[in-house]
Each structure stands twice: as structure tokens, then as C-alpha cells.
């Protein structure tokens, strides 16, 4: 568990919980703890278990084993329509056959707040979503944009105090993903409300969460800020799934890179990897080795190289203001760390000719 | 049972099915299974390989293969022409297909029997020209059997081939299958699930039919007595324990044809979707 | 180039080979029928359908009728509903058994009720006392009726309450919303046209029965006797004008079910398309 965990009063707290779904473990005694009015993230690859736990906070399913407590109370027993949270669904859930404004309405009209309210609560929301005059539309009238930030708008309306949020940008298209992210994540700082998102894509997780708790095979591997996770990965799966990774078992033949112990593979992320043009004027040059470029790939605002070294094809990031290299050019490579990975256990390693140097990523 | 959905009404639901289900098919079931319990074997065996019995059930089988597989192929042209052609009265045809199932069985009978005798407008027309009586043979059974059974082939295949992908004929084009080949190479084999399946319910649909054959049957002895009618004359007798033993044999010829059907459809979707 | 259009030859021999096949087997029927109710002309098919025996006989297949559709509605919407919004053990068999009636001989299905109810039934002797006679009475009509149309409705509700999901249904859980709230404002809708189509359909099978109605009735004329029936009783006495008029009242029904249907579907392929989004 990270720090601030502890040192902050927990305010979902899943204890010992275990769920599974006929043979399948879905929750391997699952513990986790988030404190008021964070923005957390469970990430993990598909079947590791995040849905789930979203779902059992939600009270849409129920742990075969374990506790489940929510500002102070244990929840179990208590139904999630009185848990206090807004849920918006990965289809959304719309309903199909009601207008916007009745959709945003329903939490309220169930709790028989008078009309008058409503009416005012909507239009507040519409109006924070940016989707006023939509009101009368029905849910296939809308973009998939627009869906979202209604599903999140009915979330919202009968005031939660934690908001679930499955997989919320999985159905949209890549541009207005983006877009959403930010919006999402402005939204969510600016109503302070507890959040939790599921997501496979890690980018998503780092760049809209304040916490991420990484999930795999139905346990959590690690939990912490998307920089622990990012710098300080504690298990090997987080290592690899983090980030652009690459697997190397000889890691001993790189230069500058002694053998530790048998049985263990080394990982390698571009960012630990510079190339250099020959006769480009760096640090380290004296310490790197030649490969050769077999390909090249446009990043957008950048360029990733593969470069053969070692039987390895390792990815490197290069600007592209920088002079650019070709195809079967050879460079000189610099590798600043790996991370290494022996049975559970992970560990950095960095190059020896920094040793007297301190590395920042 | 788990632990309740989160969404309420599953008592109330539940609840709601299980006691009509068990008014009206769970208890006379068990009274079905209660009673066949009660049956001697030997009788039992007695009654069911009676010759009058054992005709029953070859005029009911016979009669109802041959309605089907008329059906099966004129059911694969109509959902055919219905998907892939457009023609003036196409919306009339593919209403029409479902007058079978809309229209009264005995009603059917009726007419079909009426007009099929060597006096009615068809029937004339044929025993006139060929010699060929149709009402009170086993070919004015087959005849009701037809108009019975149409529509089971249809509604199964037609939906299958609306949703074919052109792409697998494009492809198949690409490669320079001609219409023929893709046909039978392509296109058939998607909708053979679909065919053998309204061909079975079709099948099992006409082996217990009883309002439109009995008119037209005629019900001789060992020429037209279908099994239904068989069961129909027993329970006027109140010989419960024949009627019975007859209807047991029927259910199992029924269960037969589904369970095939069944274990078909299974290996075809484990073919295509690689698991069961 | 569209590969689909193909060999005219072809589509025109399949079209004209469908049209010949449909109008024999189908449309020359119905003609033969009304053709022949009028065979007396318009004042003897007036007295054959206004026969005192035929307006009950009408009267008893339309209270059959709405008897079973009331019952078959109230099961289909439960048990599609419970079938499709929850998990629990047992469900496939569950489904077998609602399909069950409808691949069992209408005799068979008679023959059944006659067992239960009956006077060697084992319920007969609990049920004599009280007064209430099943066999051979109006409520074996009635229950055979349902038996034969069980599934009819459920049927048609599955498939799109599949394809819609628990989504909705569990959003408005969530916010609290009892059960008839989410069943009213957020299932019925979805499946109000197939509902309707459920029920024409329902209809056109209950008032059509014969078979297993035949077994449990007893042909007492004017007391048991549904409209199918009654048909038989005219057709075998060789009153064939006046078989022929109750009939065509049958075939007026089977036309509106028909057109009925054909509005009902376009509705509820759109209903699905919708649930499937």
C-alpha cells in the first residue's frame, strides 16, 4: 500500500474480498483502501478482476467472502441503491426510451423530490455537461460524446458520494476520447467527489487518475501514483504492463551490465534507451555500444527506433527535431537502467558507468 | 441459490412462472409420468406393435418426412426470393407464408378435403386427368401436412440469409467462384443449420398433427389412420392405458427428431465458433 | 458491381415456381372457402353464421381466447422478464418447459389433461367435491387453449430483453427504483410491439385450436362447443354451406391477425434494433 493510504482515513475499503463466478476467481482476497475524494483508477488487462470490484462496491454483485465499507460502515448488507453512489455504465445505460432530461431526472423523481427542484437540478447539470437544449433528445439522437456526458450527468443528480465509473471511455472514438479525458478529469477535481474508473488502457489510467490500483489474475499488484507505478513498479507484472516494455534475457552481454543471478529476465522501456547519430557530440558516448537501425516508426511527435542489439530489438524515442537516422544506419545505443525480474521480486539495475550519477526519468 | 440480483422483482417474477408453469405443464406432466408408471410393460408392448398401431405410426411418419422435405425446398426458394429478389406482391408472399400458422387447422382440413374430393375443383381436375384421387389417401395427408408445415422453413432460413455478409461472396467472387459455387460452397453451408432446424420442427409439428388431416384423411384402418387420431379413438373408448402407451411412443419419436436437431446445431456451432 | 444480381432467367423460374406453389397451397383455400359459404347465396350464409349454435359456440372461443391470452401475457412478461434479468440454477430447463407445449401433439396435450383431471386423475378426487369439473367442461377448454399457446408471448420478449441487457434495469436499481418502476418506465417499452405481436399471434392459435380442445370438450352443442368444433359437427353432418360460413368467419380473423402481424413485426425489428444498440 502507498503512504497516503494510511495516513489518510480510508473511505472505500475493500477487505479480504473474495469473488468467483463458477470456477473463475474473479477476487483473490482483494484488499484495497481509498481515501476521500481521490480519483482512482483500477487498471488491469481484461478478466483481472476490475469490473468486478467496481461492481461490488455498486452492490451490483456481492463478495462470497470478505468486507466491503464505505465511509466507516460496513456495506454488505446494505443495497446499493443506499450506498450513496452514482454509477455510469460502460454501454452507459441509458434508457433508450426516455428523453435526456427524463434520464437525468429518474435518480430524482424515485427519490419524490418535488418537480420544481428537478427542473432546476437538470438544467444545472445540462449546463455543466454543456449539453443544454438537448434535453428533449432521446439517447439515439446523441453522439457517443454527448451519451457519456449525460450517463455521467444521471450519475450526478441525486448527489452521490462516490462516483463509479466502468471502462467510460471505451466507447468512444479515439479523438474524442482525448478530449473526454480532460473533461472528466476537470469535472471530477472541481465536484471533489470520490471516484473510481476501470480501465485497460494504461494511458488513460496515468493521465486521468490521481491513484492507480493495478489488477491482475483477480489480486491487486500494486497500488500507488501512476509515478511510483511508472518509476517504482513492485511486482513483475506491473513492470511489464507499464509502459512500453521489453523482455531481455541476456542482459549480462550489454555493456556496463553485470550478471546478478540465473534465471532472471531484464526489462526494457525506451525511455531507459538513448540512440545517438555517429558523431553526435553526448555524454556517455564512451560507454555506449553500436547497433544497427532496422526500423523506423513515426510516433507522431516523435520517432521509435528499433535498433538490433544483442539478438534484441529494442525501441528507442528520438525527437523529430532532432537529425534523423535511416533504416540499416548504424548508432551508437546508451541504455541507462533495466529493471530486473527474478521469480516475484523486482529490482533496478542501472548502467556502472553512472554509478557516480544520480538518474532521473 | 445466489445471493440476489440487484434488481427487485425476482420473487415476485419467479414466483409468477413457477405457478402458472406448474398448473399447466408440470403437473399434468407428472400425472403423464404417474400414470405411464402404472402400465404393465407387457401391455404396454402389447398395444404398441398392434399392426393397426404400427400403421399409424408409419402413415404419420411417411406422410410428415415427405410434407418436410416438399417444405425444405420449397421453403429454401421462398426465403430466397423473399431476401434476394425484388418482385411485384413480395410483401403480400411474405405475409401470406404466415397463413398457415394464423389460420385454424380444421378449417384448413375443411376445405383442403372439400376441394381435394374427385367432386371438388382440384380433386376433379386430377382424378379427371390422371386418375389420381387426393382427398382420403395418403396423398391428401401429405397435401395438409404441406400447407401445415410451410412456414417453419421459411422463418428459419429467411433471417439467416438477411444477415449473410456480402463480403463472403465478394470473396468468393474474387477468387472466381461462379454463382453456383458460391452457392453451395458459401452460402449454402451457412444456412444449412438454420434449414435442418425448420425442417425438425417442421417435421415434429406434422407427425402430431391432428385438426387438418382428420378431415382429409379419411381414416381407414392401415391405409389413413394417422397416430393422433389413433390416441383420439382410444380416449373415446376410455381405454386410458392404450391412448396413453400410443401417445408415449409419439413423444418419444418427437424427442428423437428434437435431440437430433439439438446435437446438430450444437457440432455446427462448435465448428464455426471453435467451442461449445 | 453488385455480385448479387444475378441470372433473370433464374429469379424469374424461382418467383413463378413460388407464386404457383403458394396459390395452390394456400390461396386457392382460402378462395374454395368463401366461394362455398356463399354457395347459397348472401341469405344462407347469413343464416349459417347467425345460427343460434354458431353465435355461442363464437361466444365460448372468444372467452376461450381472451382467457388465455390474459394468462399467457401475465406468464410471458414474468417469465421473460425472470428469465432474462437474473441468474440462477435452472434456467435452461426452465426454458425447455415453456417451449415444451408447443412440440407436443394437441392430442397428447388433451390426452395429459384428461389424466390429471380426469376421473382416474389424481387430482379428480379432491377437485369432484368441490364442484369443479374440468374434463368436459368449460375450464378443460380454456386450459388446453393455454397449454397449446404457452409460449407464444414469452417467446417473442426473450430475444430483445436479451439483447437490451440488465444495463438499464440495473442503473435504475441503483437509484432505487422498486420493481414496477423499472419495469414500467424502463423494460415495457422496449418491448411493447413484440408484446402486441406476442399477443395477436397468441390470439390466432387460441381461437384456431382444435385437437386438444376436441379431446377435452365433449361436444356438448351450445354448452362446449369452440367455434373449431362446431365446424367439425356442420362438416360431418354434411352441412357444408354452413361449415364453410363459420369458418369464413375464422379466415376474416386469420386475414386481420395477418395484416396485424405484418404492421406488428416492422415495429418490433425496429424495437430490437434499438435494444441491440
Known sequence: MSENSTVKEAYVELKKVNKHFKDFHATDNVDISIPKGRLVALLGPSGSG?????????????????????????????????????????????????????????????????????????????????????????PSQLSGGQRQRVAFARALAPNPNILLLDEPFAAIDAKVRLELRTWLREMITKLKITSIFVTHDQDEAIEVADEIIVTNQGRVEQAGTPRELYSHPKTPFVAQFIGNSLPVKNYDDFRFFEKYEDEVTAIIRPEFVNVYKKGEKVQFLSSAEEATVEDIIFRGSSFEIKVRLHGNLISAYRSIIEPAVEVGEKVDVFIYRMFLIKNEEISIISNQSLKQESVVI | MKRKSIIPGFGISFGITISILSIVVLIPLCSLVVFTSKLSFSEFLYTVTRPRVMSGYYVSISTALVASLINAVMGMILAWILVRYDFPGKRFIDGIIELPFALPTAVAGISLTHMTTTNGWVGKFFYD?????????????????????????????????????????????????????????????ELLPALISGFTLAFARCIGEYGSVVFIAGNTPYETEIAPLLIMSELQEFDYSAATSIALVMLAIAFVILSVNALLQASVSRRVNGLA | MDIRKENRILKWVLIIISFVFLAVFLILPLIYIIVTAFRDGLSGYIKGITDEYALKATGLTIKATIIAVLVNTIFGLAAAWCITKYSFKGKKILSTFIDLPVTVSPIIAGLIYVLTFGRQGALYKYLDPLGIKIIFAVPGIVLATVFVTFPFISRELIPILTAQGTDEEEAAALMGAGTFTIFRKVTLPHVKWALLYGVVLCTARAMGEFGAVSVLSGHLRGKTNTLPLYIELLYQGYDFTGAFAASSILVIMAIIVLVLRLILEHKGKKELDVSRR
Open chain 1, 50 to 138: 476490475k469490473t468486478t470490484i467496481l461492481r461490488m462496491i455498486a452492490g451490483l454483485e456481492h463478495p462470497d467472502s470478505g468486507e466491503i465499507w464505505i465511509d466507516g460502515k460496513k456495506v454488505n448488507d446494505i443495497p446499493g441503491s443506499e450506498r450513496g453512489i452514482g454509477f455510469v455504465f460502460q454501454s452507459y445505460a441509458l434508457f433508450r426510451y426516455m428523453t435526456v432530461y427524463d434520464n437525468i431526472a429518474f435518480g430524482l423523481r424515485i427519490k419524490k423530490v418535488p418537480e420544481k427542484e428537478i427542473k432546476e437540478k437538470v438544467t444545472e447539470l445540462l449546463k455543466l455537461i454543456s449539453c443544454e437544449g438537448l434535453e428533449k433528445r432521446y
Open chain 2, 129 to 189: 386427368l390422371f386418375g389420381i384421387r387426393i382427398a382420403y389417401t395418403r396423398l391428401g395427408i401429405t397435401v395438409a401436412l404441406i400447407f401445415i408445415g410451410i412456414p417453419f422453413v421459411v422463418r428459419s432460413v429467411q433471417p439467416v440469409l438477411e444477415k449473410i455478409d456480402i463480403q463472403y461472396e465478394e470473396a468468393a467472387y474474387i477468387m472466381g467462384a461462379d454463382s453456383g459455387t458460391t452457392f453451395r460452397k458459401v452460402i449454402f453451408p
